[in-house]
């Protein structure tokens, strides 16, 4: 009862913290468009399509991917990343980890780039991206982004993922750009810190507004795609919502409020790659944090 109560004191503080990573995912977002808008049809500049990633547009968590790139670098071991990964998920089912708690852990999980260099972290996000990610696109779900940009309109993925992996897999896939964490940095060299929060769940949402009005979008002409229940604040947001390979408590949402389910799963592979939609974007993200940052504290 203690920890809901600080949680509901804490909703004002949290919901400036999202709308803080909101904003600067869609300024990052807008400075690394490219600069010529990969549509092939005639552009419409109002509408647009918004990609949830993890489940939703790829196999699996990217961040996750990424984390095995970098442990095949010698960054962490793997081993690290499988405990701290099983910690994480533990707090998350059992419930007895406060929002406070997975947002100090999120900032300070992701100081393992601090003193890194942006260029070097973009280089080895490109060799992984080759290495780890270009197999594990739901062919599915790049087709309906292909659909969007026929029409003309412009496609962006969002995810908790940081921004600067985000944009590799958005021009990979010749896509828009990306919205997605952005982690602070002073001449090109990491920080270690968060600008806001992960973005993650309302954050998601604060991005799209924020990128909207920036573009000049329409978000009633809008559509959003997402695997996740914790995406219904940016799905919400957008005048057409589909769900894609949907979590439970999202296909049931989906069916309340009357939106399309697309599911590319068949199978096993349904079962086990919907394991990460059930832990959420964010305590994923968290573990790999974790794992990373423990990793640097004992070499």
């Not at 009862?1 to 990052?28: F, Y």
């Not at 005639?42 to 095995?68: E, K, Q, W, Y």
């Not at 599915?140 to 026929?150: E, Y």
Request: aromatic fraction near 6%.
């Amino acid at each position: 009862m203690v920890t809901r109560r600080r949680d509901k004191d804490r909703q004002p503080e949290l919901e400036r913290l999202a709308a803080l990573a909101g904003a600067a995912s869609a300024d990052a977002a807008v400075a690394m468009e490219t600069d010529a808008a990969p549509v092939t049809g005639p552009p419409d500049l109002t509408a647009a399509a918004f990609f949830d990633v993890d489940n939703t547009m790829m196999m699996g968590a990217s961040i996750f991917h990424f984390a095995r790139g970098m442990a095949a670098r010698k960054f962490f071991t793997t081993g690290d990343l499988a405990r701290f990964a099983v910690e994480q998920a533990k707090f998350r089912l059992l419930g007895s980890e406060s929002k406070e708690g997975i947002r100090k852990s999120r900032e300070t999980g992701l100081s393992f780039i601090a003193g890194h260099s942006v260029d070097e972290m973009r280089a080895h996000g490109e060799d992984i991206y080759d290495e780890l990610m270009a197999d594990k696109i739901w062919a599915g779900t790049r087709a309906l982004a292909q659909m969007h940009m026929d029409a003309g309109q412009r496609v962006w993925l969002v995810t908790a993922t940081p921004v600067d992996l985000a944009a590799i897999i958005a021009r990979r896939l010749g896509l828009t750009g990306a919205l997605g964490t952005v982690l602070g940095s002073e001449n090109g060299v990491y920080t270690g810190k968060l600008v806001g929060d992960l973005l993650h769940g309302r954050a998601k949402a604060h991005a799209v507004r924020a990128l909207a009005a920036r573009e000049g979008l329409d978000l009633r002409r809008c559509t959003a795609y997402s695997d996740s229940v914790n995406d219904v604040p940016m799905l919400s947001v957008v005048g057409t919502a589909v769900a894609i390979n949907p979590d439970g408590e999202l296909r049931d949402e989906a069916r309340k409020r009357g939106w399309e389910i697309r599911d590319f799963r068949t199978g096993r592979k349904a079962a086990k790659i919907g394991v990460p939609s059930v832990l959420g974007a964010g305590a994923i993200a968290g573990a790999i944090a974790a794992g990373l940052a423990y990793r640097r504290r004992v070499s």
